[in-house]
T-cell receptor, first 118, second 112 residues
Framework: GAVVSQHPSWVICKSGTSVKIECRSL??????MFWYRQFPKQSLMLMAT?????????EQGVEKDKFLINHASLTLSTLTVTSAHPEDSSFYIC??????????????FGPGTRLTVL | QKEVEQDPGPLSVPEGAIVSLNCTYS??????FMWYRQYSRKGPELLMY????GNKEDGRFTAQVDKSSKYISLFIRDSQPSDSATYLC????????????FGPGTRLSVLP
């Protein structure tokens, strides 16, 4: 149980285009989903926290108009990188926290999406 | 000073060795401590979860938390080549829906 999927697993796009990444909790409902970015040999950097049905909360320095997050249902959150540029090339990872109060703070991570912007 | 510090490695050990991985932190409000393992180009997977100070053991893995020193450790006994990965520590203040603060990760190589 507690599986999180991401689609696509990798994407290559031209500079200036937009890319949508999906994050799904397959066997549980998630009240909260998190989006992280990870550059090579660096740790995960939280970009934003999204709660179903409400606007995402972005971390300082993350442009909300560039990284659009939609948490439309309890099992799906999407991250859209708008007008992508080569510096947006990175590994994007989502995680999901199950619905309801847990005995501890659980986050289940997706397998990540590698974005390369040419 | 970064909120969570971790030696990035790489750390290379022979198969069967005991591995010690460590993180230090500055925020005394952290109460929940996690260790994640991340293989190359994959998402992190939870290895250990501890609350407050003390030890927790799970198979070959032991997690220790010393809140007085703001120091946590993960020990791996009888290390295997399949343990080769990046190990990330993570911490949070609350126990629900709280984003984690991650350490930068330590790359571990277990040599056969």
């Amino acid at each position: 149980g507690a599986v999180v999927s991401q689609h696509p697993s990798w994407v290559i796009c031209k500079s200036g285009t937009s890319v949508k990444i999906e994050c799904r909790s397959l066997d549980f409902q998630a009240t909260t989903m998190f989006w992280y970015r990870q550059f090579p040999k660096q740790s995960l950097m939280l970009m934003a926290t999204s709660n179903e049905g409400s606007k995402a909360t972005y971390e300082q320095g993350v442009e909300k108009d560039k990284f659009l997050i939609n948490h439309a249902s309890l099992t799906l959150s999407t991250l859209t990188v708008t007008s992508a540029h080569p510096e947006d090339s990175s590994f994007y990872i989502c995680s999901a926290s199950p619905l309801g109060v847990s005995s501890y703070n659980e986050q289940f991570f997706g397998p990540g999406t590698r974005l390369t912007v040419l | 000073q970064k909120e969570v510090e971790q030696d990035p490695g790489p750390l290379s050990v022979p198969e069967g060795a005991i591995v010690s991985l460590n993180c230090t932190y500055s925020n005394s409000a952290f109460q929940y401590f996690m260790w994640y393992r991340q293989y190359s180009r994959k998402g992190p997977e939870l290895l250990m979860y501890t609350y407050s100070s003390g030890n927790k053991e799970d198979g070959r893995f032991t997690a220790q938390v010393d809140k007085s020193s703001k120091y946590i450790s993960l020990f791996i006994r009888d290390s295997q080549p399949s343990d080769s990965a990046t190990y990330l520590c993570a911490m949070s203040v609350s126990n629900y829906g709280q984003n984690f603060v991650f350490g930068p990760g330590t790359r571990l190589s277990v040599l056969p």
